[in-house]
């Protein structure tokens, strides 16, 4: 072999080596960015599938005689709440629904309800138990998420206090009012259930969230005020949440995702 | 040397070709179920908006909540009412037994019931292909619709509406029909998925 046909082979081989090398360090980058790229868009997707379900029913509320219809009637099932989160209100539907039968001071913890064609006579409580959360609603007043301690005949104990009036024919019905909020220490969206104060997170890695009301279906109103008032007439809410990679030494982009949402339940008949 | 190393090269990029393809593909299959399942949950609830929009203007509901013949089936069906009730599915033309779904539907709403409550009684009043509704895409809807009624009591009608595909793919959505207070003509008072 001579010395010609060893250099050309050694470049050869240098040369194949370099692309071969650049080909595996590029490769090994995907494969270290990938799975992060895919894990924030599965926190993409479950943030779509659980505010998306959250707000799809917000606003469902007594279909038990006597027939009330949805949240909004009486006052916005979804509502911003302190600290720039949102609270989402809504009924479970099925047989724990009735009315009170006699008013309740804010710091009663015994509802006592009156007779519905679900249950029999005397048993207004009846598709209640305990465990399950009542909301109290006042047209145009209280409103309360509470957890239920015992159901007997046709009274509710409550484990805490209402927390304001309901008079005689207020609506006693199963629900969830739960609020989503962001907190910025540990950069999790969290989620607190309003009947029972316990708060749980959801999501990891969100850096920002914020909300936006449309007095119609097609978003083009946004409603510039935040009273009961206001938002009493919201069809439309936009969710913006800003996702961060866990890794930011892969110098992967936020992003950003939008769950713009029409609540079934705030349309009308 | 060169062939040796094009051989390692070779073996890792391999390797990690593979991995990027299992995430992928797993990925995918993770988005294709998620969007049948979000597919179906949007055509149940087409299925029960359809069911109520005919039960508001009707005149009487008796007939939509009695037994018509068979018993399990309304007296007074809704115009989405195939034609057997043991239609075949429409993903992969295997049987559907409506009968059996509908002592499933009963069942399961009886045992969400506390002790001693007297629960609705359900009965078919929608059933057939979703296709029929979006004609102009069969294939892309091959999933099967059915939505019982039962008597709410105190004037309110149930609907129970639940979108059947393949792999076993369902979504389900209930609503109501009844006088909202103070006003004149029925309308929907709620509607709302079924975990």
């Known amino acids: 072999m001579s010395l010609i046909e060893v250099l050309v082979s050694m470049a050869l081989t240098l040369a194949l080596s ?101 249950c029999a006579p005397g048993q207004g409580a009846c598709g209640f138990s305990a465990g399950a959360t009542v909301l109290a609603l006042a047209p145009g007043g209280c409103r309360a998420a509470v957890r239920v301690a015992s159901a007997v005949a046709d009274m509710l104990q409550l484990a805490g206090p209402a927390g304001c009036a309901l008079d005689a024919g207020a609506i006693a019905v199963e629900g969830v009012a739960h609020t989503y909020f962001l907190d910025p220490a540990t950069r999790q969206l969290m989620r607190r259930d309003e009947s029972s104060g316990s708060v749980a997170p959801v999501l990891d890695g969100v850096t920002a969230f914020s909300i936006v009301f449309f007095s119609d279906a097609e978003g083009a109103a946004a409603i510039a005020g935040s009273s009961d008032a206001d938002l009493i007439h919201a069809r439309r809410v936009r969710l913006t949440l800003r996702l961060t990679p866990s890794n930011p030494l892969l110098r992967i982009p936020d992003l950003e995702m939008v769950v713009d949402a029409v609540p079934r339940n705030l349309q009308g008949g | 040397m060169a062939i040796l190393s094009s051989l390692v090269a070779a073996v890792l990029l391999t390797c990690l070709g593979m991995s990027l393809v299992l995430l992928g593909s797993a990925a995918t299959a993770l988005s294709a179920h998620d969007a049948q399942g979000t597919a179906a949950a949007y055509e149940a609830q087409a299925a029960a908006m359809l069911a109520a929009s005919e039960v508001r203007v009707r005149p009487d509901w008796s007939g939509v909540w009695s037994a018509g013949v068979p018993a399990d089936v309304s007296a007074a069906p809704g115009r989405l009412a195939d034609a057997t009730f043991f239609p075949r599915a429409p993903w992969d033309g295997s049987s559907i037994d409506l009968h059996a779904l509908t002592t499933a539907r009963q069942a399961e709403s009886d045992g969400a019931l506390p002790p001693g409550v007297a629960g609705p009684v359900w009965r078919l009043f929608e059933y057939g292909p979703i296709s029929r509704l979006v004609p102009s895409d069969p294939s892309g809807h091959a999933r099967y ?51």
């Open chain 1, 18 to 118: 370099g692309t071969i090398l650049s080909l595996v360090g590029a490769g090994q980058t995907l494969a270290r960015t990938q799975p992060e790229r895919a894990d924030l868009q599965q926190r993409a997707r479950v943030a779509l599938q659980v505010l998306g379900a959250e707000l799809r029913d917000a606003g469902a509320g007594s279909d038990g005689a006597p027939a009330s219809g949805p949240l909004n009637g009486s006052f916005p099932p979804i509502a911003p709440s302190p600290g720039g989160g949102i609270t989402v209100w809504r009924a479970v539907g099925g047989v724990a629904q009735g009315t009170l039968a006699i008013a309740a001071a804010p710091s009663a913890t015994l509802l006592t309800l009156a007779d519905s064609p679900i």
């Open chain 2, 145 to 195: 619709v059915v939505v019982w009624v039962a008597d709410g009591r105190g004037g309110v009608v149930l609907l129970h509406a639940t979108a059947f595909g393949a792999a076993g793919v369902r979504a389900s959505v209930e609503a109501s029909v009844g006088l909202r207070p103070g006003a004149a003509a029925p309308s929907r008072l709620a509607i709302r998925s079924v975990p």
